[in-house]
């Protein structure tokens, strides 16, 4: 049973569009979300997270939206350029439980 | 900082030997590392949560006694691969959680690539 969903397996998007990757779950019990990127080889990279006592979470070009009714979140990243083209995870968890479950990832590639 | 090492990258072994990968937390001390493994195209699944000077929580599906997990300090934990057969062979990944808000919050190693012939 996947708990995090990401259903698109990949995008493609211009440098300098808006590039949208989205998340939803299915746990209720989750209230806290992250977003990795990852390269091939190499371990994911924290990007940003939210909180579910919040609805959005801005850093610089990256703005996480939480829609906690619809159990579902999304990353904004605008620009997009041509270096962000990478596999994109979501991950949840709960509590002060320490594991996070992670969804199976977008392959975002940022066409120059 | 929040700097996570592996060690090796990468490793290439014949079925039936044993294999160590080490993480370390180079500038934070970890009180929980987390194991996960990695087939391609996929989600990083997570195998094993360590806690340091306690024993590992496995995850269903997770033989323990296939992966051994050590957590001796608060910077170090170990994951052996023992008796490695073809079927292990997968990109595997350790996180380190600093303890301290937000407590969710895990740095990732750049992973160890395991090939077993």
């Known amino acids: 049973d996947q708990q995090v969903k990401q259903n698109s397996p990949s995008l493609s998007v211009q440098e300098g569009r808006i590039s949208i990757l989205n998340c939803d779950y299915t746990n209720s019990m989750f209230d806290y979300f992250l977003w990795y990127k990852k390269y091939p080889a190499e371990g994911p990279t924290f990007l940003i997270s939210i909180s579910s006592i919040k609805d959005k979470n801005e850093d610089g070009r990256f703005t996480v939206f939480l829609n906690k009714s619809a159990k579902h979140l999304s990353l904004h990243i605008v620009p997009s350029q041509p270096g962000d083209s990478a596999v994109y995870f979501c991950?949840?968890?709960?509590?002060?439980?320490?594991?996070?479950?992670f969804g199976s990832g977008t392959q975002l590639t940022v066409l120059p | 900082g929040a700097v996570v090492s592996q060690h090796p990258s990468w490793v290439i072994c014949k079925s039936g030997t044993s294999v160590k990968i080490e993480c370390r937390s180079l500038?934070?001390?970890?009180?929980?590392m987390f194991w996960y493994r990695q087939f391609p195209k996929q989600s990083l699944m997570l195998m094993a949560t360590?806690?340091?000077?306690?024993?590992?929580?496995?995850e269903q599906g997770v033989e323990k006694d296939k992966f051994l997990i050590n957590h001796a300090s608060l910077t170090l934990s170990t994951l052996t691969v023992t008796s490695a057969h073809p079927e292990d062979s997968s990109f595997y990944i350790c996180s380190a959680s600093p303890g301290e808000a937000p407590y969710n919050e895990q740095f990732f190693g750049p992973g160890t690539r395991l090939t077993v012939l």
């Open positions: 360590s806690n340091e000077g306690s024993k590992a929580t496995y």
């Open positions: 500038d934070f001390q970890a009180t929980t």
């Open positions: 991950a949840a968890s709960f509590g002060s439980a320490r594991q996070l479950t």
